[in-house]
């Protein structure tokens, strides 16, 4: 379990355990596991995404990215930090399957999903129309949809992360790419996928100061690219670096270093779909650190 907050402490960050790592900057970068900023001690830890959701909403990371879906359910405890977005700027998520099937066959096809906190499966229920209880899914752990498909074991699967890229290599098409649905349905806008949280336990100016420490870690890696891309190599699952290259670029980016207001206008519209729809229990009024 994460460490309670004590006064100029030692911080656990999670991040999701994924083909890269957006928290590597400054020291980070240098020294691995282990940041030392200032007077506090960052611990730097890795867990798939749908854990990293679970945990924060019973109250027990300091620190953490988690989907912008799991935000709508721990936003009483947890405030937005500006820094450490994921957004699927014209890419995002998407179905794949072994052969291409239309939305109306999707809705009646078992559907292999990374878990149901996950902004992509938010993304799903809005494209279908439909709520998680309308839907033949099955919940499997992100790095094993395709194999899951490809076993017969779901017809489609919601692919997260590195698996945007390498789809093709397992013999699979894409039938939508959330990304590129929600842009064209959002005058353009990111599809929100992934930030980073703080608890609300860590005091305001407390807040603040942490908040900066991660802004400029993240602006180092994006200055220091090379160095940054070799670093997160090491939690890369069998990617080249020219591959990890391109992904990191497309989820570590400037709207790492801030949201905007096109991001935040793009959270607003995604919850607020979810929470018409039914599926987000609470319409949150966005809270960052600022």
Known sequence: MAKRWRDKSHLRAYRPARGKTKTHAGALARSGRRVHVLRYDFEHILQDIQTLNERASRGELDISAISIHAYAHVCGEYALLPSGASMGDGYGPMLVAREKFSRQEIASLRIAVPGTMTSAFLALQLWLGKKGEQ????????????????????????????????????????????????????????????????????????????????????????????????????????????????????????????????????????????????????????????
């Open 135 to 290: 839907i033949d899914y099955t919940v499997v752990p992100f790095d094993e949809i395709f194999k899951t498909v490809n076993e017969g074991l779901a017809d489609v699967g919601l692919i997260i992360h590195e698996g945007q890229l390498t789809f093709e290599n397992e013999g699979l098409v894409c039938c939508e790419d959330f990304g590129v649905w929600w842009g064209r349905e959002n005058d353009g806008l990111p599809l929100p996928l992934g930030g980073n949280v703080i608890h609300k336990r860590i005091p305001p100016e407390e807040r603040k100061v942490i908040s900066g420490v991660l802004e400029r870690s993240i602006r180092y890696s994006l200055e220091h690219r090379a160095e940054a891309v070799e670093h997160s190599l090491q939690y890369a699952r069998d990617m080249g670096i020219d591959l990890a290259d391109k992904f990191v670029g497309m989820y570590v980016n400037d709207w790492t270093l801030d949201y905007g207001e096109a991001g935040r206008e793009s959270i607003r519209r995604f919850l607020r779909r979810g929470h018409e729809m039914g599926v987000v229990p609470e319409l949150p009024e966005l809270e960052f650190v600022e």
